[in-house]
C-alpha cells in the first residue's frame, strides 16, 4: 500500500507540484523568518559576548542593555575591583543612540571605554584603529557600507561630531549595530556625568564568574550582578518577548497557509481516486490501510515540502547577506526541529478530512443499479 | 447437498420500513457448483445487482443464508467478512475499476500483497496469470494505455490471483465491443472449467448466454423462468417478448423495450436492419 500511496501521490505531476511548491513556499515563508530572527539574536548579544567580561555589573533591578538605563556611581568600579576573585573591573558608559551619516540614521548601541581597557574593545576591526582616539568612533562596516563612508569620515554620534577611525564587522543586525568611543568622550556628551553604566569583570583564572558575582553581589550594594552568560540571556529574552506576538502570528500565518495547500491537494486526489478505494473497499481492502494511504501521501508532500523550504532557506542564507551585511539568517536545528513536528502535525490534519471520506465510503456504490 | 460452492437458501433483502418499504429480493435460493458458470439476467431494477451484493458479502441480507463452501456468510460479522472477500471472492466490474496510478502488473499482484503474500511472490503470480491471459507484453503498462478487453483482462486477472471459490462478475461484457465481450466470456468460462471456480455474472447481455451453464432470470427480486427473450435492436437490452412492444417489418417482427425505441427503430429502420443483418453474419 506504501508503493500505492506514492503512486497515486506521483502519478498527476502538476498536482504534485502545486502541492509540494505550496507548501515548500509556505514553510520558506515560517523558516525565513525565523532563520531571519534567530540570525539577529545571534547579533544582538556580540558585545556582550566578545566583550571579554565574565560578569556584568549594573544598577540594581537592571538586567538588559535593551529598553533598560543603568546608572552607577563610578566608585562602585573600585568596590567591585577589590572583591576576591576579581582580576579586573572595567567601567563603561552605554546608550542607544542614532548615528547620523550623509542623510541617514542608524540605531547603534554606543559604549563608551576607557582607553587602554583590557576589557569592552571593539571586536571584530576590519579596517583602521582598534580603539578610538579622543573624538573618533568605531562602527560597523555594513553602516559604512550602506552611507557610503570610509575611514576619516565624520558622523554625529551622542550628539558630537566624530570621526570614524575604524570598522567592525559581525556587530550589527536587522535591529541595531555596535559603535565604540572613548569613555571621556562619551562623558563629556553626557555633560561631564560622573555616573557609569555598567561594570565589566574578568575574574581571577581558577575562579567561577556565578562565584564571584556571587561574591560581587553580597560585597557591593545597589547593583545587579550577573554572569556573561546570564545577562545575554536575558537580553534575547527581553528582544524574544518583545517579538514574540509577530513571530507567532507570521508562524501560525505559513503553517495555516501550509496546512491548506496539503489538506486541499490531499482531499482532492482522494476524491479523484473515490471509485478506486471502493474497489479497493470492495476487494476486501480495511479502512485503515486506506487511512494510511492517504496519510502516507499527505506525509510524503509535507516531507518534499519541508526539504523545498530548508533548501530554499538555506540558498537566501547564503544570498541575501551579499546585498545586505545586517540581515544575518540564521537556519537553527531547533527552528528545523520545530517546523518539522509541526509540519508532520499538519499532515496528520490534512489526512483527516479525506480519512473522512474514506470511511463513509460505501462499495456498494461501485456496483452500480439495482 | 454438497457443501462446495455457492450455497444461497431464502434470501430476502428489503429496503427500508413500513409505508417505504422495497423489498429488492425476495425469497431467492440458488447453488452454484464449482466450475459452474450462472449467469442471471433480468430486467432493470429487478434485484440483480442487490442480489450479486449480497453474494459477495458487501450487503447483509435481511432473510435467508449465503454459505461458500461449508463457510456461512450471512453469519459472519462485519468485521470479518472484509478478510472473506479478499480470500475467497474475485470481483469483476463493468468499468474494470482497475488503480490508475499503478501498471497492470502492480494491479494484479496488490491484491495478493493485501492478503500477506510478499512483494516478489506476488509480482511472480501476477505476471503467471496475466502471461496466461495474453497479456505478458503488457506487465509495465499503465491501464489508460490498454484496450476495453485488455482492461478487462486484467480485471480477471486480478479477480483470480487470491485463488477465489467464487468469481462475481457486473455486467463485464457492458462496456466492451462484441468481440472483446466474447473474448471475456471465453475466459471466463475457460476460468471455471479449468480452475473449478464458481462463476456468477450478472448481465443484460444477450450474446453471452451461449456461455453459460444456466441463465437466471431475476424479476421483482424472484427467479422466474427463462421465457422467450428478444433484444431491442435499437439499445440492446434483452426483452421478454410477451411484456416488449413490437413492429413489424418485412415479415420479422422486432421487439422494443420502450415506444422510444420502436420510434427510433422505425425512422431508420433500414440502418438498423443492415447492423441486424451485419451482426448475424
Known sequence: ?370 | MNANGLHVDHLTKRFGSGDTEVVAVRDVSLEVAPAEVVLIMGPSGSGKSTLLLMLGGLLKPTEGTISLNSLVLSDLSESRLPDVRLRNFGFIFQDFNLLSALNVQDNVAIAAELTGVGRKAALEKAATLLTELGLSHRLHFAPEKLSGGEKQRVAIARALVNDPALLLADEPTANLDSSHGHETMRLLREIANEKGRSVVIVSHDERIKGIADRVLWLEDGQFKDMVAMATDPVCGMALEREKAVTADRDGATFYFCSRGCRLEFLAGSEEFARSEAKAKV
Open chain 1, 1 to 370: 500500500m506504501f508503493r500505492l500511496a506514492i503512486k497515486n501521490l506521483t502519478q498527476n505531476k502538476t498536482r504534485l507540484i502545486v502541492s509540494v511548491g505550496g507548501l515548500g513556499l509556505a514553510l520558506t515563508l515560517v523558516l525565513f523568518f525565523g532563520a531571519i530572527f534567530d540570525g539577529a539574536m545571534s547579533r544582538l548579544t556580540v558585545y556582550i559576548d566578545n566583550a571579554g567580561a565574565d560578569v556584568w555589573v549594573s544598577q540594581d533591578g537592571v538586567r538588559t542593555m535593551h529598553m533598560s538605563a543603568s546608572f552607577l556611581p563610578a566608585s562602585v568600579t573600585d568596590e567591585v575591583e577589590r572583591v576576591p576573585g576579581v582580576k579586573e573591573a572595567v567601567p563603561v558608559l552605554y546608550a542607544t543612540d542614532m548615528i547620523q551619516a550623509n542623510g541617514k540614521e542608524y540605531i547603534s548601541y554606543v559604549f563608551g571605554v576607557p582607553d587602554n581597557a583590557p576589557l569592552g574593545r571593539p571586536g571584530g576591526i576590519v579596517e583602521g584603529a582598534a580603539m578610538p582616539g579622543p573624538g573618533e568612533v568605531i562602527i560597523d562596516h555594513s553602516i559604512a557600507a550602506s552611507a557610503g563612508l570610509k575611514v576619516g569620515d565624520e558622523v554625529a554620534v551622542l550628539g558630537q561630531q566624530m570621526k570614524i577611525a575604524g570598522f567592525t564587522s559581525d556587530t550589527s543586525s536587522l535591529v541595531s549595530s555596535v559603535s565604540v568611543v572613548r569613555f571621556e568622550d562619551f562623558a563629556k556628551a553626557r555633560g561631564g556625568n560622573q555616573a557609569i553604566s555598567f561594570v565589566l569583570v574578568k575574574v581571577s583564572p581558577g575562579e567561577s564568574p556565578a562565584v564571584v558575582a556571587s561574591r560581587i553581589s553580597d560585597s557591593v550594594s545597589g547593583v545587579t550582578v550577573q554572569t556573561r552568560q546570564q545577562f545575554a540571556s536575558q537580553e534575547r529574552k527581553l528582544v524574544k518577548d518583545m517579538s514574540a506576538d509577530i513571530i507567532n502570528i507570521m508562524n501560525i500565518a505559513g503553517f495555516l497557509t501550509g496546512l491548506a495547500v496539503v489538506a486541499l491537494t490531499v482531499y482532492i486526489a482522494t476524491i479523484a481516486r473515490r471509485k478506486e478505494y471502493g474497489v479497493l473497499k470492495a476487494m476486501g481492502v480495511r479502512n485503515r490501510l486506506l487511512y494510511l494511504v492517504v496519510l502516507t501521501q499527505a506525509l510524503l508532500s509535507v516531507a518534499l515540502g519541508l526539504a523545498a523550504g530548508v533548501a530554499i532557506t538555506l540558498l537566501l542564507s547564503g544570498l541575501i547577506p551579499r546585498f545586505n551585511e545586517s540581515m544575518v539568517l540564521t537556519l537553527s536545528f531547533g527552528s528545523l526541529l520545530r517546523v518539522a513536528v509541526v509540519s508532520v502535525f499538519i499532515a496528520g490534519l490534512a489526512a483527516l478530512l479525506p480519512a473522512r471520506q474514506l470511511a463513509g465510503l460505501e462499495p456498494v456504490a461501485i456496483i452500480r443499479r439495482g
